[in-house]
């Protein structure tokens, strides 16, 4: 009798290895690993979790690079919407999840499986974002989830794959990293406690550029594509550029607490170099290009969609018009900005463009005006004024002032 076919998310750690070895001894699954790669492996590491894969028995194993897709599809959109959740998180991991479980979902229809498993536990976001997904591209594919369905500790997984042959070193580590293109996040001891924060030698980027440094970020309609006036084919490559530069001098880093999909409060710790200078210089260089209610509705929205991704709702349609919108303001989004990077921090200097509103023709700020005199200024402010007068002589007539 032919195995039914079993897709799992695959990463190589504790419980993705325990996902492997009971699926096949225990539920009889012919194993297809796969890694969904958003641009946070390197080659190294990819060939690591293949022979991982390969040594916990799977029938196959499939790097799926969807670095290029991820940023079409989501990157640029929350560059375009200045995205940053609570004012401080770019939503690194979190955006990622989501096109990682599309493509997930993807392979297991290619290669006809019956089901797909990943080795969320019940406590976190990441179980919303693939099952929600996996639901939507394909219900009719069963969702098997041992770590979250069994509540097994760490020490039964280890136990379990040692008794079937399987020994690895799985100690946990004081700290867990999840390395990203658009961020990298940071779990340990301290992000479980409101008042602290993480020691100096636990960030994965450490400081080694103390030397104030000028960087030029060129943007063509809203997206990076140049950097110190090298231009990149592939905006992926520019971020990548940005971030070798900005992450010498520990910039981007923080702590974000934030509103789980699961109701409760959690607490990160991130750095994100490229993300932070791409998303202040990007936002600079709108408040010169796009008019003052072009610069309001945008930040509704891309508080909108951030939350939107962060929740695990890419599939639904407003996503799409929302895209648009983002699509649209972009059209005079061209031009330089430069800044200052100094160790942990970093300043805006100016914006060379084509489509800059400052230059009006019509007078500078505080300076001097030639598009109106004083009588427009008088009655433009008599006129404004008129509502606020009508109420305030109602509260007058009522005694109420």
């Known amino acids: 009798m032919q195995k039914k076919k079993v897709v799992l998310a695959f990463s190589g750690g504790l419980d993705t290895s325990y996902c492997a070895m009971y699926l096949s001894k225990e539920l009889g699954y012919e194993v297809h690993t796969a890694v969904a790669d958003t641009g946070g492996f390197s080659p190294e590491e990819l060939q690591e979790i293949e022979r991982k894969a390969k040594a916990l028995g799977a029938a196959s194993h499939s ?165 110190d006036g090298k231009t990149f084919d592939r905006p992926t490559d520019a971020i990548r550029a940005v971030e070798a530069i900005g992450s010498r001098f520990a910039i981007g880093r923080d702590m974000h607490l934030g509103d789980t999909i699961i109701g409760i409060k959690g607490r990160v710790a991130f750095e994100a170099a490229a993300p932070m200078l791409i998303l202040g210089a990007h936002k600079y260089l709108e408040k010169h290009t796009l008019s003052k209610w072009q610069q309001y509705w945008k930040d509704q929205i891309g508080t909108w969609y951030g939350m939107q991704l962060h929740e695990a709702c890419y599939p639904e349609p407003v996503m799409r018009d929302m895209e648009q919108f983002l699509i649209s303001s972009q059209q005079h989004v061209s031009g330089t900005v430069e800044l200052l990077l100094r160790p942990y921090t970093f300043s805006l200097i100016g914006v060379e463009t084509p489509y800059d509103l400052m230059k009006t023709g019509m007078g500078d700020y505080g300076e001097v005006s030639t598009g109106w005199n004083a009588d427009d200024v008088k009655g433009f402010t008599k006129l404004t004024a008129n509502p606020m007068k009508i109420y305030r002589n109602m509260l007058k007539r009522n005694g109420e002032v």
């Open 63 to 227: 790097a799926l690079r969807i670095e290029d897709e991820y940023y079409r599809r989501c990157i640029r959109f929350m560059i375009a919407g200045n995205v940053l959740r609570n004012g401080t998180y770019p939503i690194s991991v979190s955006s990622e999840r989501t096109f990682q479980a599309i493509a997930i979902i993807e392979h297991a229809k290619k290669i006809g499986a019956e089901a797909v498993a990943h080795g969320s536990t019940a406590a976190g976001n990441d179980q919303v974002r693939f099952d929600l997904t996996f639901q939507i591209l394909a219900p009719e594919i069963e969702i098997i989830t041992p770590p979250r369905d069994l509540a097994l500790t760490r020490a039964e997984e280890i136990d379990y794959l040692a008794k079937h042959g399987y020994v690895a070193d799985f100690r946990k580590m004081d700290y867990s990293i999840n390395k990203g293109l658009w961020g990298t996040s940071v779990g340990g001891k301290e992000t479980l406690h409101s008042e602290q924060t993480l020691p100096e030698e636990a960030w994965p980027s450490q400081l080694t550029e103390t030397e104030p440094r000028k960087l030029r970020l060129t943007f063509t309609k809203g997206e990076l594509t140049a950097v």
